[in-house]
Each structure stands twice: as C-alpha cells, then as structure tokens.
C-alpha cells in the first residue's frame, strides 16, 4: 500500500474510530494495523491527530476569475498585436463597444481592471521569442557636411516633425533586389505611416515620403535620418529644400541608433510584427504591402493602439528613473493639440467613429493571408531554380 493510499484509509476510518466505544476502537486499530504495518502506538497517534485544516490564500478573493473576463482581455490583446499591459488598460475602452456581447459585470471589469492584474491573468499565454532582424545602414558620405546634425530636439510641443526610418525584408541574405519598408513617425503625436517601395534607391524613397506626406492629417514641417545612402541624396536635399514652407532636414549622428528612437522602436511594432523577417523579392508585393499599410494598417495603429510618452527621465547615482505619460493614441494626441485645425479634428473625429477595430484587423488577417501566399509562391519557385 502507498504513501497517498495509507492517507485516505486513515482519513476514512478517524471519525468511525474517535466515535466507537473501546472494544470497537480495539478492532479497528488491529486492522488499521495489519493493513498498514504500522506500530501500535505510532497507529494510536496517527488516529488522535486532528485533520489539518485547509489553509486559505492570504489577502482578498480573486476578481478577476470569470472566463468570459479571461477569454475577452485574451481577444482583445491578440487583436491590439500583444501590446504591454499599461497600453492594453487604456485600448479596452476603445475596443469594447466593438467587442459583443458582454454581461455588464464583466464590461465593468475590464474598464476598470489594472496593468498588474492583466499581466497575471495575460502571463501563462504571453510570448517569449523574438526574432532580430539585420542591420542594413550603408553609410551616405556625399552630402554630410550640407545636412546638419540634430543636436537638440526640434519644437516637438506641435506635430509635423518626423524621424524616419527604412526596414529591409531581405531574409537571411541582402543580395539582389527585394522590397523595404520606409517608417516616418511624428516625435509629439506617435502618429507613424509607411510605405513600400522596391529596393532602396532615392527615387523611389522620394516617391513613398511624398505619398505619405499626402496623406498626413499634419504638414511636414521636419524631417530627420540616419546617415544612409537612401536619405543622404540630391533629390531629398533639393526636395526639402525648395518645398515651400521650407521643410527642415537633420541627420542623427553616426552609429547613435538613440538619436532616432522614437521611429527606431516602430521597426519591430509596426513593421516586423506585421511583415515578420521573411524575404519579400517579389515586384508585385510593392503594392499590396502598401494598400495595406497605407490603409487597415495605418487606421488600426493610429486610431487604436495608445502608445507611451516619456514626460521625465532622471539620473540618480547609477540608475535612471522615468516617468511615463498616460498611454494615448496618435489620434486622441491630434485632438488635444492646439496645433490643428478644427476642420482636420472633426474630419478625424467622422473617420473614427466609422471604423471598428475588429473588422479591420480581419481585413489586415484577409490581406496578410494573399501576401504570404505569393511569398511562398516565389520562395517555391526560388528553390527549385
């Protein structure tokens, strides 16, 4: 007889044992005894112990314990592409009146639910791998010394100045042609657009600045790089140059990726989460990845998904502290800026309260699902030749 089965047997027969009279006690210990092969006075003791006592969970019962809470926090954080849980707190009130059918309990929940408790109840489905993408910056030597450094940030108190940014989806090799992903995200809103376009050449940069430029609820008012050869051009120079109003053109300084963090941090968000790391040479993608970007994408990521501010960063001893502002989204950002017109807010206003978060990341999934089935076509084909 086991450990677990000696347990039950003396848990079934304690009470029959305490409540019988002493010949009857006499009775059970000797079978208690024989079917245990236990010592008699160590059998005496077992039977006199008191049962323990369940122990309860220190503090306050759960709340959060209902599936119907799990399953639409789990939904909605899939849908708002795994954000971090001070995000996902101020995205639940956007996404909610699109969700369905919810009991009113469980609505109030999850507007009222904290960062902390939606990381516990988000930990056992949360991902942990990540994959790293190559660094493709080839240095532009030509025009250095005609475009300034950014030395200090620009007026960032009013949208319009943009860092920018490129992505090559090249796979594991960068040889021959394949497409790359041209990122430009506004430093006071957040507020992030991007385009593809088929290799790196200054032409076709320009041609996707401009096109995005188009479509911006802001004007262009600022324009900042990295040192590569894809900005460091006389098309963009001339281009900034003679625009009128003049559009200001700064460089970052060389190998200081921080100098461009705010886009810098879109190219995973923004770009490998939605084109992951395989490699795009096929010509016909060009324009499919920007009806989506230009579009589902940039409507979802602009109106849906709050992102972080950092309002105060100190340095005391050796550790940094910063202060974060309340997660916003680029939209809710444009409405409260005394930046924009109030013709450009009520044609924000009309645009968003015609979409639903749902549907679009559905016609992002349909979308994706035509991508990827061409990028397995050409890597077939690749393979066999």
């Known amino acids: 007889m086991g450990k677990d089965e000696r347990r039950a047997y003396l848990e079934a027969i304690r009470d029959r044992y305490l409540a019988s009279d002493r010949q009857t006690k006499k009775g059970i210990l000797d079978e208690f005894c024989q079917v245990c092969d236990y010592n008699r006075k160590y059998a005496i003791r077992l039977l006199h112990t008191p049962r323990k006592r369940t122990r309860q969970r220190p503090g306050r019962k759960p709340l959060y314990r209902c599936p119907e809470l799990v399953k639409a926090l789990k939904r909605i954080w899939l849908a708002t592409d795994q954000v971090c849980s001070k995000k996902l707190a101020e995205a639940i009130p956007l996404w909610l009146p699109f969700y369905g059918k919810l009991s009113p309990t469980t609505r109030s929940q999850l507007l009222a639910i904290s960062p902390a408790s939606i990381d516990r109840l988000l930990a056992p489905i949360r991902a942990t791998t990540r994959l790293k993408g190559r660094c493709t910056t080839k240095p532009g030597r030509l025009l250095r010394q005609q475009i300034p450094i950014r030395t200090h940030h620009w007026d960032i108190s009013q949208p319009g100045f943009m860092e920018a940014d490129t ?53 262009l008012k600022g324009f900042d790089c990295d040192n590569g050869g894809e900005f460091l051009n006389h098309y963009l120079l001339r ?34 989460y939605l084109l992951g790391h395989d490699r795009l040479d096929n ?103």
């Not at 430093?187 to 430029?213: F, M, P, S, Y």
């Not at 003679?242 to 923004?270: C, G, L, M």
Request: charged letters at 20%; one cysteine or more.
């Open 283 to 385: 010509p016909q993608l060009v324009d499919l990845i920007n009806d989506l970007y230009a579009n589902q994408w940039s409507l979802l990521q602009n109106h849906f998904h709050p992102t972080l501010k950092l309002l105060q960063k100190k340095r005391i001893n050796s550790r940094y502290y910063k202060k974060y502002e309340t997660p916003q989204t680029p939209y809710q950002r444009l409405l409260t800026s005394s930046h924009i017109p109030i013709e450009t807010k009520e044609a924000l206003k009309y645009l968003h309260e015609s979409l639903d978060p749902f549907a679009l990341k559905e016609q992002i999934d349909k979308q994706l699902k035509t991508i990827f089935r061409l990028v397995s076509v050409t890597s077939n084909v690749r393979q066999r030749l």
């Open 167 to 219: 992505v090559a989806h090249c796979g594991n090799s960068m040889a021959g042609n394949f497409i790359w992903s041209l990122t430009l995200t506004d430093i006071h809103t957040g507020w992030t657009e991007a385009r593809a376009t088929w290799n790196n050449g200054a032409t076709g940069v320009l041609q996707q600045i401009k096109d995005i430029q188009a479509n911006l609820p802001f004007p």
């Open 239 to 272: 281009y900034f140059t003679d625009h009128k109003p003049k559009i200001k053109f700064t460089r970052s300084r060389p190998y200081r990726k921080n100098d461009n963090a705010h886009v810098e941090q879109k190219n995973w968000s923004y770009v490998r």
